[in-house]
């Protein structure tokens, strides 16, 4: 499958960047052990900054004016740095302290604070580059509220940088999500982290913490899940190598 898929729907230049993102931080940040030991992995510092400010960065450059960030590990330390670092983004905290909900119960547990209108999903220890056009301003002119309940940012797996795994998605020759990776298998498209979302696609969903996995399945099965091709540089930070191999590569840029 070509890795230059992009979406056949006609982009729209103008559209309008969803107004708010809701940010995963909550998570424990194992595979990051032992930096994660005594601060919580958002605030792991790639490149002399922490994870969490190189998102907020590309936020403040896509335009987004609100953000929802759910808490849970050393959730006191990441509310201290939102208060003394962002002061340009309206930030509301979802705060998971009594029980860790994953990505998907997390997204319930934060749906009145989220809103009705598509919204911006970035995963806190997310790191990327733009590529010829900022990617979210890329994703927002792609999106189709008619046609999608989630539209995914992805990038080939052959460019996904420290990425171990073996890929996450199939795509149809127009950008639809047609298959997710079977065991033992490859897929050609790593997820990046970055997605926008309808709020109709949080429904019908279990008590307790669950993954995200359940939304994306329920909208694949509907024909309502695509993905856009990143363009630029992406890199998963999931462990302390992971760290000097990301900031060698942003070091020669």
């Known amino acids: 499958m070509s890795q230059g898929i992009t979406l056949s729907l006609r982009p729209q230049p103008d559209a309008p960047v969803p107004e708010t993102a809701m940010i995963m931080a909550a998570g424990l940040g194992k595979r990051m052990r032992p930096l994660t030991a005594t601060r919580p992995k958002p605030l792991v510092e790639v490149a002399r900054k922490p994870l969490i400010d190189h998102v907020f960065d590309r936020l403040r450059?896509?335009?987004?004016?609100?953000?929802?960030?759910?808490v849970h590990y050393l959730a006191d330390q990441l509310e201290a740095h939102l208060r003394a670092r962002v002061k340009d983004i309206d930030v509301q905290v979802s705060d998971e302290r009594a029980q860790l909900l994953e990505t998907g119960?997390?997204?319930?547990?934060?749906?009145?604070?989220?809103?009705?209108?598509?919204?911006?999903?970035?995963?806190?220890?997310?790191l990327w580059v733009d590529g010829p056009t900022d990617a979210i301003r890329a994703l927002a002119a792609q999106w189709d509220d008619t046609r999608m309940d989630a539209l995914l940012l992805v990038v080939p797996l052959a460019r996904a940088h420290n990425h171990t795994g073996s890929g996450d998605f199939r795509l149809d020759p127009f950008g639809r999500v047609i298959e997710r990776r079977k065991p033992g298998r490859m897929a050609p498209f790593v997820y990046t982290g970055v997605q926008i979302l309808s709020p109709r696609v949080i429904r019908d969903w279990p008590e307790g913490p669950f993954s995200t996995n359940l939304?994306?399945?329920?909208?694949?099965?509907?024909g309502r899940l695509w993905a856009m091709v990143h363009q630029g540089l992406w890199f998963d930070v999931g462990s302390p190598p992971a760290i000097a191999a990301t900031e060698a590569v942003l070091a020669e840029m």
């Open 61 to 70: 450059a896509a335009g987004v004016k609100r953000a929802v960030v759910n």
């Open 105 to 126: 119960g997390g997204l319930v547990h934060a749906r009145a604070l989220i809103g009705n209108e598509p919204f911006l999903c970035v995963n806190s220890d997310n």
């Open 215 to 222: 939304f994306w399945d329920r909208a694949m099965e509907e």
